[in-house]
């Protein structure tokens, strides 16, 4: 089970060629999500997904700090605990990240990451439970992205210009990798979006040349079809089973 959610959220996480509001993503927010996993043919809530947003500033620069926690519910634990953090400081107009951070606690297996970003170079530091810290240097192209500020990205493009079945290729960075995506418009679809009732969405098909999803059309998110684009639902498939991610509740957006 290890990586069941934030794998899969990572790649559903996008980036666009076309016009962005990065004014939509707003400091102060926060997003709920229930998150299920078929279990012998039953969709099971397991753990709770919160991503919020809020400024910071250092003696240089303002940054956005975007973050995404995942834990177990606690009747869950004794099973599976997993409790992760996935972080990113970007540039809260661009969205651009200069420090991504990454702290995984699956099942006892750890892992820790570190990403500086400066321009196109990247300096990684890393550290898995009883191995040595390494570190790394690479670049990624001018348009990459970490995938926690792809995800808010995504969310300043106008699908209103986008016809159903329209494509890009895209590319974000995970494991001190690059790992191509492509982005498929599906058109737009009514779904629940927790307290804020139910909202008419635009529905988005992601496609990734990894072995962590699969299936055609079976990893989807879908978007309040609005100035925010908040993500109500969002459905994986990957080699050990299916999920979903639903939004529970949204405040200060």
């Given at each position: 089970m290890?990586?069941?959610?934030l794998v899969?959220?990572?790649?559903?996480?996008?980036s666009?060629f076309?016009?962005?509001?990065?004014?939509?993503?707003?400091?102060?927010?926060?997003?709920v999500?229930?998150?299920?996993?078929?279990?012998?043919?039953?969709?099971?809530q397991?753990?709770?997904?919160?991503?919020?947003?809020?400024?910071?500033?250092?003696s240089?620069?303002?940054?956005?700090?975007?973050?995404?926690?995942?834990?177990?519910?606690?009747?869950?634990?004794?099973?599976?605990k997993?409790?992760?953090?996935?972080?990113?400081?970007?540039?809260?107009?661009?969205?651009?990240?200069?420090?991504?951070?990454?702290?995984?606690?699956e099942?006892?297996?750890?892992?820790?990451?570190?990403?500086v970003?400066?321009n196109?170079?990247v300096?990684?530091?890393?550290?898995?439970?009883?191995?040595p810290?390494?570190?790394k240097t690479f670049?990624?192209g001018?348009?990459?992205?970490d995938?926690?500020?792809?995800?808010y990205?995504?969310r300043?493009?106008?699908?209103?210009?986008?016809?159903?079945g329209?494509t890009?290729?895209?590319?974000?960075?995970?494991?001190?990798k690059q790992?191509?995506?492509t982005?498929?418009?599906?058109?737009?679809?009514?779904?629940?979006?927790?307290?804020?009732?139910?909202?008419?969405?635009?529905?988005?098909?992601?496609?990734?040349?990894?072995?962590?999803?699969?299936?055609?059309?079976?990893?989807?998110?879908?978007?309040?079809?609005?100035?925010?684009?908040?993500p109500?639902?969002?459905?994986?498939?990957?080699?050990?089973?299916?999920?979903?991610?639903v939004?529970?509740?949204?405040?200060g957006?």
């Amino acid at each position: 089970m290890k990586k069941i959610f934030l794998v899969p959220i990572s790649l559903l996480v996008l980036s666009s060629f076309t016009s962005i509001n990065s004014q939509t993503i707003k400091s102060g927010e926060n997003l709920v999500f229930a998150g299920s996993y078929n279990m012998s043919g039953l969709m099971t809530q397991l753990a709770q997904v919160t991503m919020s947003t809020e400024t910071v500033s250092t003696s240089k620069n303002p940054y956005l700090h975007l973050s995404c926690e995942l834990s177990t519910y606690s009747k869950w634990d004794s099973f599976f605990k997993i409790r992760d953090i996935y972080e990113s400081y970007v540039n809260p107009i661009t969205l651009k990240p200069s420090l991504y951070k990454r702290s995984i606690d699956e099942g006892g297996w750890t892992k820790k990451e570190k990403y500086v970003i400066k321009n196109n170079n990247v300096t990684s530091t890393s550290k898995q439970k009883n191995s040595p810290e390494t570190k790394k240097t690479f670049t990624i192209g001018g348009s990459t992205q970490d995938v926690i500020s792809l995800f808010y990205k995504v969310r300043t493009m106008d699908f209103s210009k986008f016809k159903e079945g329209q494509t890009i290729s895209l590319m974000i960075v995970f494991d001190e990798k690059q790992v191509p995506v492509t982005l498929k418009y599906m058109g737009k679809e009514t779904v629940n979006a927790g307290n804020l009732g139910k909202k008419e969405c635009y529905k988005i098909s992601i496609g990734a040349k990894t072995d962590a999803l699969r299936g055609k059309d079976k990893n989807l998110i879908w978007l309040t079809a609005d100035a925010k684009k908040i993500p109500a639902l969002l459905k994986f498939s990957i080699p050990v089973g299916t999920g979903q991610l639903v939004l529970t509740s949204a405040s200060g957006i």
